[in-house]
T-cell receptor
Framework: DTAVSQTPKYLVTQMGNDKSIKCEQNLGHDTMYWYKQDSKKFLKIMFSYNNKELIINETVPNRFSPKSPDKAHLNLHINSLELGDSAVYFC????????????????FGEGSWLTVV | AQSVTQLGSHVSVSEGALVLLRCNYSSSVPPYLFWYVQYPNQGLQLLLKYTTGATLVKGINGFEAEFKKSETSFHLTKPSAHMSDAAEYFCAASKGGGSQGNLIFGKGTKLSVKP
């Protein structure tokens, strides 16, 4: 009954490859996110989608392309992987954008550990 | 720009001792504030949050935090540490809904609990 699930959990790949991380939420939420946690454990938002529409796109290389086929899914595709892309990528979801509403919580997946060698 | 500062990247306490993890925010408008916990190799779990109303917020696992506007702080406390509390704790802030609603995280504080 996982609320926000990501696959794969671990991914080791070579530089230059293209890879995707999939995310699905079964909470009926309208908004989904991708966050990146670097080697120093620092977390930062990358993208946010509301009803399949992009609403937040932080300064992220255009090698990263999110795709939302429907409200329950937000996949992250990364082209031409670089060593610096090694990180933990967290998918998350919430009922509405942001956490400015009492009771509106952002739920995180368990993370996808990406290692680029 | 809004920022969140967590004092101390690593805090070590003895089992049964008080846990105090510090968080300060920098914002001209008081943001909404959150504490998340991350256990090893796991995702983030919400401990508690402050949006409006009572400034002392109680969360899961016996944790609580107090929003102090005058000090721009939102420190996390627990009266008695348990071994299972060992984890990474993140303070986060949000200005609210819409495109400003994304979370700004602090750099995290690793809590170790000694027997």
């Amino acid at each position: 009954d996982t609320a926000v699930s990501q696959t794969p959990k671990y991914l080791v790949t070579q530089m230059g490859n293209d890879k995707s991380i999939k995310c699905e939420q079964n909470l009926g939420h309208d908004t989904m996110y991708w966050y990146k946690q670097d080697s120093k454990k620092f977390l930062k938002i990358m993208f946010s989608y509301n009803n399949k529409e992009l609403i937040i796109n932080e300064t992220v290389p255009n090698r990263f392309s999110p795709k939302s086929p429907d409200k329950a899914h937000l996949n992250l595709h990364i082209n031409s992987l670089e060593l610096g892309d090694s990180a933990v990528y967290f998918c998350a979801s919430s009922q509405v954008p942001g956490q400015g509403y009492s009771g509106n919580t952002i739920y995180f997946g368990e993370g996808s550990w990406l290692t680029v060698v | 720009a809004q920022s969140v500062t967590q004092l101390g990247s690593h805090v070590s306490v003895s089992e049964g001792a008080l846990v105090l993890l510090r968080c300060n925010y920098s914002s001209s408008v008081p943001p909404y504030l959150f504490w998340y916990v991350q256990y090893p190799n796991q995702g983030l779990q919400l401990l508690l949050k402050y949006t409006t109303g009572a400034t002392l917020v109680k969360g899961i696992n016996g944790f609580e935090a107090e929003f102090k506007k005058s000090e721009t702080s939102f420190h996390l406390t627990k009266p008695s540490a348990h071994m299972s509390d060992a984890a990474e704790y993140f303070c986060a802030a949000s200005k609210g809904g819409g495109s400003q609603g994304n979370l700004i995280f602090g750099k995290g504080t690793k809590l170790s609990v000694k027997p």
